[in-house]
């Protein structure tokens, strides 16, 4: 089978993702083999190629991939072949830990995910456990559905973290994959969405999707901020947002890496209670919510599709802040 693969982490602009052929994995106990169809690009897959983070050995990277199963392993029950599911973050966890067992899986310290400890879906196929995958309808089109698995499901945490209620301002820092989604979440709720980045392109997206005013980070906004979510992995802005939040605001932070925080001025940036959350990966609750609710929106996601061996090119694009919406990986006609 074709995949990407990160066998030592660098610089996306030297290609630490390089093309391999392996064979096709076998399905074991509780696992079953997905015939990938698509996968989306993600952030942290460029994380994880760059080494911000700590390196496992040689990995498929990839998280948000949608296939149907060709073979499942002994003791499989919930999932037949030919059905099809969506793969996100979370691979596995260990079920049995206190954080486990009060509803905090996605804090266990035991989990495994998906194309960083284990092979993901930058491949012709990848294998998951099928009680850590979601079902979902044959497609129309595999793709549009991709950046719901992760971009979606971290954006809706992220927005029940920030405690946005209907009614309040809603800040948007970064505008990519998460976001394009979390706007239309934040607004089927009735929030009103401030959206805060330096593209001209991605300003005039989140204006099409209904923000009410978009600008720079350093702009001030007509009013201040009741919540805000930050999607870019920048520290600097931690105190853009903080600055114009309102006083009992929550900036919840959705990045799993975030370059150094500046100095804070605890009068101006953190007193009259305003706080800092941190999302850190998700439950598969998280997910069931998210699709749930993206099918009752309904969510339409903005996709550009590239060939998988465009894997390293399109990091780069996407590091750089060029691409609207979601990149991902068709596999359909291969």
Known sequence: MRAMRVESPSPIDSHPLKRVDLPIPEPLQNRIRIRVRACAACLTDLHIAEGDLPFRGPVIPGHQAVGMIDAVGHDVKRFSVGEWVGVAWLHETCEVCPYCRRGMENLCEQACFTGYGVDGGY????????????????????????PLLCAGIIGYRAFRLCKAREGDRLGLYGFGSSAHITI??????????????????????????GAVWAGNAEDEPPQKMNASILFAPSGMLVREALRVLDRGGTLAIAGIHLSTIPELDYRKHLYFERSVQSVANNTRSD??????????????THTRTFRLEEANAVLAQLKRGEIQGTAVFDLREV
């Open 123 to 146: 491949s012709e196929y990848l294998l998951a456990h099928e009680d850590f995958v979601y079902p979902i309808p044959p497609p129309g089109d595999p793709v549009s559905v991709t």
């Open 287 to 300: 997910g069931t919510e998210l699709l749930r609710l993206a099918n009752e929106i309904p969510i339409q």
């Open 184 to 209: 239309q979440i934040a607004r089927h709720l009735g929030c009103e969405v401030y959206v805060f980045t330096r593209n001209p392109e991605h300003r005039r997206l989140a204006r099409e999707l």
